[in-house]
């Protein structure tokens, strides 16, 4: 038995870590030479500098440039505001202040993003499941669990699914834990669906925690930076366990820059752009026999259900054969059989119904031969 084995948390021993698009398929500086959508990123950006000058010198804890610029942006004041690596470190700062290790609980509403149940099993907090009805929050299950948790996750726009929760019962939810527990929404899509946003309740309700993260519309998921929305007291908690110099200079920088006037433009005109094409990729996916289901979305990515496991096999590595990856989601609870392609580029989507247009033939020639 090494050191490592013998002096570890035995939990530790058999846990297997989230599997990231990017654990899953490691970019190998191939980045130009694939066509990657299975991580919602965005497609190709423009460049960016930095000023590396007083890169000798630690940054600020929470980079004031930054948090103006969020606060302009998301209209929260900065007080309100915790800028976080990604907003898959929010999820985690949420559990380690809120659960106590073996003893607490969280609950999530699968099919849902896997870092939330990750993270918990990190901490040593239970998970409590409560899984969505038709897409949708299913609030007189989630009321007999008043008082068994102390997080509630809940994710709109959803990843995978890519619909809205009613805000109705985004609301009912909040008021349902509101003596008990914290609710977070994860808002890492509201660019896409900007209308839908529930960070205007955080003066209103004081369990709500928003998340939110530059890694989706604003294409910077390279960058890691994210942010937690939540009232003063929330968020001087998770100051007090978050990181000393949780970010970067250099991604300060970027960050700010990505959130001024001209950056916001580009992103508003990207994210208009996405929805067209997640609309005209939705409508062609409903076209083919080999699809049973189209999830509709409000995000970047669209989810479909194949006939069968079989033709969601074929699909997937007939891509993967041409170096086209995107997602499989068919191990997530009511997803049998699912899929999901993130909205890359025009051309990049019409590589991708080229390849499946020519496999499909190929692959019924060859049944004629065979017969
Ligand atoms: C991508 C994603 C995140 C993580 O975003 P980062 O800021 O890149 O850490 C969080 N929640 C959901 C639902 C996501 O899809």
Redesign the pocket.
Known sequence: MTSATKLARQELIDMVPYQSARRLQAGNGEFNSKIWLN??EAPGNGEYSVNSDCINRYPDFQPSNLIQAYSNYSGISPDNLLA????????ELIIRTFCRAYQDSILICPP??G?YAISAENHGAEVIKVPLVEQQLDLATLESKVGQTKVVFL?SP???TGNLLNKQDIQATIEMFADSAIVVV?E??IEFSPEATTATWLSKYDNLIV??????AFAL?GL???FTLANKAIIELLSKIIAPYPIAAPVAEIASRALNANGLEQMQHRAEQTQQLASSLALWLNKQTWCSQVFPTQ?NFVLFRCQDEQSKTFIFDCLMANNILIRDQSKQTQLECCLRISIGSEQELNQLKQTLIMSFQTQENQLKVVE
Do not use: F, H, Q, V
């Open positions: 991580a919602n976080t690596r990604g907003a898959d470190e929010g999820i849902t993003y870092m994710c959803g990843n995978p994860d890492a899509y998340l939110r993260t530059l890694s989706k998921a890691r930076c994210g995000a």
